[in-house]
């Protein structure tokens, strides 16, 4: 059981939006504390995809964008495409586990 | 460009050992912590073990803690990981990630390519 919760799967056609829920509790995400989000595409690892809540690492394209709100964190993504298909991971800190803590991930299904 | 190449993953036996390495590239390594994440077969990403930049302060996730050991080589810009009595519940790969700070917490900049330990009898 993950700390941080996800859907474990979301869908969407080519070109539409779709959103990834983290959410999490007053230890983590509701004490402030940023979260992050991964990509880790079929059989490579894992990659950062937006840091402190709502920022870019350059080379990301600007179809994915982060918001924090109280204890919930959200990834989206426009104009899909079939490349994007892909697990995607939030990450906090938790405060009473002392320690970085990821959700259970979501698998994102282009169809 | 920053690279950072993990080795010595491979089979080994419950309660057995196993030293994983990390090679770090293209950044100034002694400036950085630097932490292993894992991740089973099929399963998420769990946060293992981080090391300061100096090599001083140490963190262990709890399902580690007293088995594993974390240590950094600035001289040689490497990263370790001494794993001992090892567990099946503890196969899976092992990303060596790199470190940076945020305004409220912190995140793993980079990731290498892992490297696969299997504990099996």
């Known amino acids: 059981q993950s700390v941080l919760t996800q859907p474990p799967s979301v869908s969407g056609a080519p070109g539409q939006r779709v959103t990834i829920s983290c959410t999490g509790s007053s230890s983590n995400i509701g004490s402030g504390y940023d979260v992050h989000w991964y990509q880790q595409l079929p059989g490579t690892a894992p990659k950062l995809l937006i840091f402190?809540?709502?920022n870019r690492p350059s080379g990301v394209p600007d179809r994915f964008s982060g918001s924090k709100s109280g204890t919930s964190a959200s990834l989206a993504i426009t104009g899909l495409q079939a490349e994007d298909e892909a697990a995607y991971y939030c990450?906090?800190?938790?405060?009473?586990?002392?320690?970085?803590?990821f959700g259970g991930g979501t698998q994102l299904t282009v169809l | 460009e920053v690279q950072l190449l993990e080795s010595g993953g491979g089979l080994v036996q419950p309660g057995g050992s196993l030293r994983l390495s990390c090679a770090a590239s293209g950044f100034t390594f002694s400036n950085n912590a630097m932490n292993w994440v894992r991740q089973a077969p099929g399963k998420g990403l769990e946060w293992v073990s981080a090391?300061?930049?100096?090599?001083?302060?140490?963190y262990y996730a709890d399902s580690v803690k007293g088995r594993f050991t974390i240590s950094r080589d600035n001289s040689k810009n490497s990263l370790y990981l001494q794993m001992n009595s090892l567990r099946v519940e503890d196969t899976a790969v092992y990303y060596c990630?790199?470190?940076?700070?945020?305004?409220?917490?912190?995140?793993?900049?980079?990731w290498g390519q892992g490297t696969l330990v299997t504990v099996s009898s």
């Open positions: 090391v300061s930049g100096s090599g001083v302060n140490t």
């Open positions: 402190g809540n709502s």
């Open positions: 990450q906090s800190y938790d405060s009473s586990l002392n320690e970085g803590v």
């Open positions: 990630a790199k470190e940076a700070v945020g305004y409220n917490g912190w995140y793993f900049e980079y």
